[in-house]
């Protein structure tokens, strides 16, 4: 149980456009997904809270018109990364919240490796 | 907000031999502590967690402690293994917040 999915797993695009990556929990609702972004060796960056229905909540730094988040359902949340340019390249990975009585717990989806060219 | 620190930064152990990884954290808010396994070029994998109500939990051969009155927790993986080789990472968080993750921790166990 609790498997997150990313797609696509790595995409390869020029500057200028815009890339979508999806994010789906596959046997859970999420009603909050997180979107990191990651660079070598280094730890997750936070990047924006995303929840089901409403605006995400954007960490700060983060670009929100250039960085643009949906969560348009419990189970789907996406990211566009509009016009790219190389240092957008990077490692971006999604995890889900799995709401317990206790404490939640994230599950995090493969990632995607975006290289802008 | 919380801050989470964790050392060492790089970690290299023999085949066999135990490793610990330790984190503190600032919030005293915090009652929830993942550790999360990550391969290189994957996915965070969670492999144990604790939660404020509990000083100790293991899983064969990891296992976690935590100290609410000094804020720090730590993981320690028993009888290392080559597949043991990897980052890993501690959070904190509280009910409805964000993870806030450590810095990472590169294990290589040394066959």
């Known amino acids: 149980g609790a498997v997150v999915s990313q797609h696509p797993s790595w995409v390869i695009c020029k500057s200028g456009t815009s890339v979508k990556i999806e994010c789906r929990s596959l046997d859970f609702q999420a009603t909050t997904m997180f979107w990191y972004r990651q660079f070598p060796k280094q730890s997750l960056m936070l990047m924006a809270t995303?929840?089901?229905?409403?605006?995400?909540?954007?960490e700060q730094g983060v670009e929100k018109d250039k960085f643009l988040i949906n969560h348009a359902s419990l189970t789907l949340s996406t990211l566009t990364v509009t016009s790219a340019h190389p240092e957008d390249s990077s490692f971006y990975i999604c995890s889900a919240r799995l709401a317990g009585g206790w404490a939640d717990t994230q599950y995090f989806g493969p990632g995607t490796r975006l290289t802008v060219l | 907000g919380e801050n989470v620190e964790q050392h060492p930064s790089t970690l290299s152990v023999q085949e066999g031999d135990s490793a610990v990884i330790k984190c503190t954290y600032s919030d005293s808010a915090s009652n929830y502590f993942p550790w999360y396994k990550q391969e290189l070029g994957k996915r965070p994998q969670l492999i144990i967690d604790?939660?404020?109500?509990?000083g100790e939990k293991k899983d064969q051969r990891i296992a976690v402690t935590l100290n609410k009155t000094a804020k720090h927790f730590s993981l320690h993986i028993t009888e290392t293994q080559p597949e043991d080789s990897a980052v890993y990472f501690c959070?904190?968080?509280?009910?409805?917040?964000?993870?806030?993750f450590g810095t990472g921790t590169s294990l290589t166990v040394i066959p």
């Open positions: 604790i939660r404020s109500n509990v």
């Open positions: 959070a904190a968080s509280s009910p409805g917040n964000q993870f806030y």
């Open positions: 995303s929840n089901e229905g409403s605006k995400a909540t954007y």
